[in-house]
């Protein structure tokens, strides 16, 4: 395992394919209003927001925040994300959360 802190666009390429591995096999585009699926900068990611809880908190350790929690397990009655898989690899998971606990660099 690598601790390696990774780039913005790494983070962000990792986001985005997921989200296009899901929207070909869910065969649509994600739901619009629950949460943006294309983020431009980190700031976007941290401040955009899914069942009501914003995606990483200043402060809060990786494994704490909404957008590792979701992408690992999910909450409560909300399962993993992207609901229903293809799912983003536990090591893909584990760099985003090396970038977010190193302060999110560009």
Known sequence: MSNEIPSWPRVQQLL?????????????KGLPGIHDYEWATPADLAND????MKFIEPGTPAEETALIVSLRKGFGSIPRMPMGGPFIKGEEIDEISRWIDA???E
């Open 16 to 28: 985005h394919d997921i989200m296009g591995r899901w929207e070909r096999k869910e065969g649509r």
């Open 49 to 52: 927001e899914a069942m009501g």
């Open 103 to 105: 302060g999110m660099p």
